[in-house]
């Protein structure tokens, strides 16, 4: 993978707005939001887009097992 001058947090965000995903970073402090809005000043290279879009975890880092047999558990029918 190319290496960037940029956060690794810009540019997996920068990947999330290729794709077309909503995406809201969490950040509370000014440096943090600025380096947020940067992230429209540069773009990543389809090798680099194609290296991380084979990261696939079925949309999820978490498979959230605890709540296995809670009627409110949001991917009951999820194989893991």
Do not use: W
Request: hydrophobic residues 30%; charged residues 25%; contains cysteine.
């Amino acid at each position: 993978m190319e290496i960037y001058t940029r956060l690794i947090s810009g540019s997996s965000l920068m990947n999330q707005i290729d794709r077309g995903v909503v995406t809201i970073p969490k950040s509370v402090t000014k440096s943090r939001l600025q380096q947020n809005i940067d992230i429209f000043n540069f773009s990543l290279s389809k090798e680099d887009i194609a290296y991380l879009d084979g990261f696939d975890c079925n949309g999820r880092f978490c498979p959230m097992k605890d709540g296995l047999g809670n009627p409110h558990h949001p991917f009951e029918n999820d194989e893991f």
